[in-house]
T-cell receptor
Framework: ETGVTQTPRHLVMGMTNKKSLKCEQHLGHNAMYWYKQSAKKPLELMFV???????ENNSVPSRFSPECPNSSHLFLHLHTLQPEDSALYLC??????????????FGPGTRLTVL | AQSVTQLGSHVSVSEGALVLLRCNYSSSVPPYLFWYVQYPNQGLQLLLK??????LVKGINGFEAEFKKSETSFHLTKPSAHMSDAAEYFCAVSSGTYKYIFGTGTRLKVLA
């Protein structure tokens, strides 16, 4: 595998379900990001991790719970979601925050549908 | 504060015609500017970026963009459209940190 991978690519879940999204980067980066992409809206930054430490939570509802066990893996745990949470969830990675600039490399995304 | 405006949510061009996708930004500090492309069912791929130096930036797949400070613009162009260019294009601005501000995207359609 190369670049940034995400699994599953598609997920349909009910509002009472619990599921997790997985992201893995093979680029040797130390910063990882979760974005939400909804139709006709700009990408929304949700969470940022730098060397496994969360550095940003962009006022995301608690029904979204991120986990970063190491610099290569990032999870997004989902529970009791709402239909408006249906979107494409993108993971990205970059060199550590605080460097010259942080070009971000994106995964293919997980298309989430909440019924 | 920073912001990005992409004029035209949908643009159609004929195959072989010039592609012009518009992006205007607002930034109180020297901006870092990016264009990303998103093909159906895929993530965002970096086309090109401007950080400092030469204002005309060349990217992949024959695309280029010019940073015009006086016009606060970073428009994306390609001399001759190809069917494979059909995708959604996103302009983004950063102050040099990890915080990117993305535009709402422009969907490019290429007509045969």
């Amino acid at each position: 595998e190369t670049g940034v991978t995400q699994t599953p690519r598609h997920l349909v879940m009910g509002m009472t379900n619990k599921k997790s999204l997985k992201c893995e980067q093979h680029l040797g980066h130390n910063a990882m990001y979760w974005y939400k992409q909804s139709a006709k809206k700009p990408l929304e930054l949700m969470f940022v991790y730098n060397f496994k430490e969360q550095t940003e939570n962009n006022s995301v509802p608690s029904r979204f719970s991120p986990e970063c066990p190491n610099s290569s893996h990032l999870f997004l745990h989902l529970h009791t979601l709402q239909p408006e949470d249906s979107a494409l969830y993108l993971c990205a990675s970059s060199h550590p925050i605080g460097g010259t600039y942080n070009e971000q490399f994106f995964g293919p995304g997980t298309r989430l549908t909440v019924l | 504060a920073q912001s990005v405006t992409q004029l035209g949510s949908h643009v159609s061009v004929s195959e072989g015609a010039l592609v012009l996708l518009r992006c205007n930004y607002s930034s109180s500090v020297p901006p870092y500017l990016f264009w990303y492309v998103q093909y159906p069912n895929q993530g965002l791929q970096l086309l090109l970026k401007y950080t400092t130096g030469a204002t005309l930036v060349k990217g992949i797949n024959g695309f280029e963009a010019e940073f015009k400070k006086s016009e606060t613009s970073f428009h994306l162009t390609k001399p001759s459209a190809h069917m494979s260019d059909a995708a959604e294009y996103f302009c983004a601005v950063s102050s040099g940190t990890y915080k990117y501000i993305f535009g709402t995207g422009t969907r490019l359609k290429v007509l045969a």
